[in-house]
């Protein structure tokens, strides 16, 4: 049975017992209760990407906003490319945190759409915008006080995963490396987040890997995470 921490007014879940809320506001109690059922577990995250916790949290509710692939942060001045394609009708969130310094994170997200055909239409538009997720930007600025002056560069790459496919549909990937140079009182920073965008049925899926102290997920976790994704499709459909 699952642990599972369920985070929203409506409904809560916890290691499989369900307690029932007076609603905020309506929501679809079937809906709900199979996308908490069918998130994956912690036996579907392989060990190379970190220690997990065996606990899940898992939140439910209306799609809203934009469904962003990738922000692009330019060395010249003005608004920072954004980059996205449309929301569902209700999104499931799952997450796993590990333990540990610098510990990764994990999460998979379920985006459902009204049908099989608005899921296929938004995901054409990603295909169109990830596209855009490309390029490697450095930005520096100078302390006023102590004249030192730090560098922030941030690499995003994209491409398909032909590995985790549905139908003849590959996947997506967009990868975001960046590494800050501090000053004496700002200590370096690394971190990485590679994501993973499917489509199968009516659902779009997000698997999403973040790391610090890392400027790149190497090959053998980037297997690992394109694994995770194949098992949240194998999971939603089971």
């Known amino acids: 049975m699952k642990k599972l921490l369920v985070l929203f007014s409506s409904l809560s879940i916890v290691a499989g017992a369900v307690a029932m809320a007076t609603p905020a506001q309506a929501y679809d109690k079937d809906a709900y209760a199979y996308a908490?059922?069918?998130m994956?577990?912690?036996?579907?995250?392989?060990a190379v990407l970190g220690p997990f916790n065996e606990a899940m949290s898992f939140n439910a509710g209306p799609g809203r906003g934009k469904a962003y692939l990738c922000s692009l942060e330019a060395?010249?001045?003005?608004?920072i490319p954004q980059f996205s394609y449309p929301v569902g009708q209700?999104?499931?969130t799952a997450n796993y945190s590990a333990k540990g310094k610098d510990a990764p994170s994990l999460w998979v997200s379920v985006m459902q759409y009204p049908s099989a055909a608005k899921a296929i239409a938004a995901f054409d538009v990603a295909k169109k915008q990830v596209k855009n997720c490309t390029g490697t930007f450095t930005n520096s600025w100078t302390d006023p006080d102590s004249g030192v002056?730090?560098?922030s560069t941030t690499q995003t790459t994209n491409g398909i995963v032909p590995s985790v496919s549905t139908l003849g549909v590959d996947s997506l990937f967009v990868s975001v490396n960046s590494v800050f140079s501090g000053s004496s009182e700002e200590?370096?920073?690394?971190?990485?987040q590679y994501?993973?965008?499917s489509l199968i049925n009516d659902v779009i899926i997000t698997t999403s890997y973040n790391m610090e102290g890392a400027d790149n997920v190497s090959t053998q976790k980037r297997k690992a995470v394109?694994?995770?994704?194949?098992n949240a499709e194998t999971a939603w459909l089971d």
Do not use: C, M
């Open 187 to 192: 200590a370096p920073f690394k971190g990485d």
């Open 226 to 230: 394109n694994q995770v994704a194949f």
């Open 149 to 151: 002056v730090s560098t």
């Open 40 to 46: 994956i577990q912690r036996s579907d995250i392989p």
């Open 90 to 92: 209700l999104e499931y």
């Open 75 to 79: 060395s010249t001045d003005g608004p």
């Open 195 to 197: 994501q993973v965008w």
């Open 36 to 38: 908490a059922a069918h």
